[in-house]
Nanobody, 115 residues
Framework: QVQLVESGGGLVQAGGSLRLSCAAS????????MYWYRRAPGKQRELVAL???????NYADSVRGRFTISRDNARNTVSLQMNSLKPEDTAVYYC?????????WGQGTQVTVSS
């Protein structure tokens, strides 16, 4: 059973930074592609960033240049460094992976950016 546990959310002023982490267990982490999604109030879930098993990354246009996704295979963690935060980044952020064609999600962590 794969488990994903996010941490690091909170309240920050516009222009500030936060770092989210996702601890994974129950699978061979180094083989997993990992994703960060977010869901803002009243909006659909949005893919924010991804990092493939080989380390290739990609970002939503709305966060490109401000957010950085990284992974530590030795610690089974994936992180999302968020800089220059904007009020529109306010959302619940979720860690996600697919293992053996099954979707796994963390419980989510709230990020609130005040103006």
């Amino acid at each position: 059973q794969v488990q994903l546990v996010e941490s690091g959310g909170g309240l920050v002023q516009a222009g500030g930074s936060l770092r989210l982490s996702c601890a994974a267990s129950g699978s061979i982490f180094s083989r997993n592609n990992m994703y960060w999604y977010r869901r803002a109030p009243g909006k659909q879930r949005e893919l924010v960033a991804l990092i493939l098993s080989e380390g290739i990354t990609n970002y939503a246009d709305s966060v490109r240049g401000r957010f950085t996704i990284s992974r530590d295979n030795a610690r089974n963690t994936v992180s999302l460094q968020m800089n220059s935060l904007k009020p529109e980044d306010t959302a619940v952020y979720y860690c996600h992976t697919v293992v053996d064609k099954r979707d796994y999600w963390g419980q989510g962590t709230q990020v609130t950016v005040s103006s």
